[in-house]
């Protein structure tokens, strides 16, 4: 029962150029989202997040676009650098709390 | 990672023995969360724990896994006899306030079992 579901598992692009990461859920109980990324034998490192009531949250390079009505959320990074290079997971929560991660996107920046 | 603090960093483990992971939060967090991630997987939710007090463990198998938040000292992930299939990396994070305050995570312990 894959509650978030991130469908590709990596992208590649240029560096100076927008990355897109999706990531779809199920749960109509989420209210908070959050994006995460994390570096190989390292913790997560939150990014960003928004809030149900927003469609939108931005922060420096970084935007969080939500569509409640399609359970789809999408984080933009632009311009993408080297150093973006990472696996980015997306991770719900409800009032319960507790984070419902998807199973990442490896993201690669080409010099 | 904000201060969560893990240790150990790595542990090998025979199988049949036992794993003792600790966790200290963010000075002022009373929220823990353990995570665990196998190879390929997202983080899967384990146990939610306040001082004192287990507040959701429904991600804990059900056998060999407990977890305690003492009024002192760090939270303890316990795995008692452990098997080849608990080789994963464990994360703990923890948070000020719940929900909807910004969850941080320790930089995990990778335990092994020969």
């Known amino acids: 029962d894959q509650q978030v579901k991130q469908n590709s598992p990596s992208l590649s692009v240029q560096e100076g150029r927008i990355s897109i990461l999706n990531c779809d859920y199920t749960n109509s109980m989420f209210d908070y989202f959050l994006w995460y990324k994390k570096y190989p034998a390292e913790g997560p490192t939150f990014l960003i997040s928004i809030s149900s009531i927003k469609d939108k949250n931005e922060d420096g390079r970084f935007t969080v676009f939500l569509n409640k009505s399609a359970k789809h959320l999408s984080l933009h990074i632009v311009p993408s650098q080297p150093g973006d290079s990472a696996v980015y997971f997306c991770a719900p929560t409800g009032a319960n709390s507790k984070l419902t991660f998807g199973k990442g996107i490896t993201l690669s920046v080409r010099p | 990672n904000a201060g969560v603090m893990q240790n150990p960093r790595h542990l090998v483990r025979r199988r049949g023995q036992e794993a003792r992971l600790r966790c200290s939060p963010v000075k002022g967090h009373s929220h823990v969360y353990w995570y665990r991630q196998l190879p390929e997987e997202g983080l899967k939710f384990m146990v939610y724990?306040?001082?004192?007090?287990?507040?959701?463990e429904s991600g804990m198998p059900k056998e060999r896994f407990s977890a305690e938040f003492p009024k002192e000292g760090p939270s303890i992930l316990r795995i008692q006899q452990v098997v080849r299939g608990d080789s994963a990396a464990y994360f703990c994070?923890?948070?000020?306030?719940?929900?909807?305050?910004?969850?941080?995570f320790g930089e995990g312990s990778w335990l092994t079992v020969v």
């Open positions: 724990l306040q001082k004192e007090n287990i507040i959701d």
């Open positions: 994070a923890s948070s000020p306030d719940s929900p909807g305050n910004t969850i941080y």
